[in-house]
């Protein structure tokens, strides 16, 4: 759902920011992760949409299936990318190019300090 997000960023502070523009944002905070420190390994995973109160009953992936990609990513050495990946079952997908922009990333990890008071990294 990421990929009908808004990189407006203004949202994040003005009430307005829908579910999909948080999954932008998650992706690209992920990605920026990813490239920015090394030694750190970050990915973004898409569960699919599952069945679930928040998926809804016309949900067309498996719910059994929704954490795998996660264990299958903390828990094999042979995985490639080893970081900065964006799956969905295991297999790399190409995200939202906002997501890998390195000034959409930047912006974004400043709002989030800015309003967290936390700097990262």
């Keep these: 759902m990421h990929r009908s997000g808004s990189t407006d960023l203004g949202r994040l502070t003005s009430g307005a920011a829908t579910y999909n523009d948080t999954k932008l944002w998650v992706t690209a905070l992920a990605l920026a992760c990813a490239t920015r420190w090394e030694g750190t390994t970050s990915h973004a995973v898409d569960p699919g949409r599952v069945p679930t109160r928040m998926g809804g009953p016309g949900a067309n992936d498996d719910l059994s299936a929704g954490h795998q990609t996660q264990t299958w990513l903390a828990t094999h050495?042979?995985?490639?990318?080893?970081?900065?990946?964006?799956?969905?079952?295991?297999?790399?997908?190409?995200?939202?190019?906002?997501?890998?922009?390195?000034?959409?990333?930047?912006?974004?990890?400043?709002?989030?300090?800015?309003?967290?008071?936390?700097?990262?990294g």
């Design 77 to 120: 050495a042979d995985v490639t990318p080893s970081t900065g990946g964006y799956w969905y079952h295991q297999q790399l997908q190409t995200p939202h190019s906002a997501a890998r922009q390195t000034d959409f990333q930047t912006r974004l990890i400043q709002d989030l300090e800015h309003l967290t008071g936390t700097k990262l």
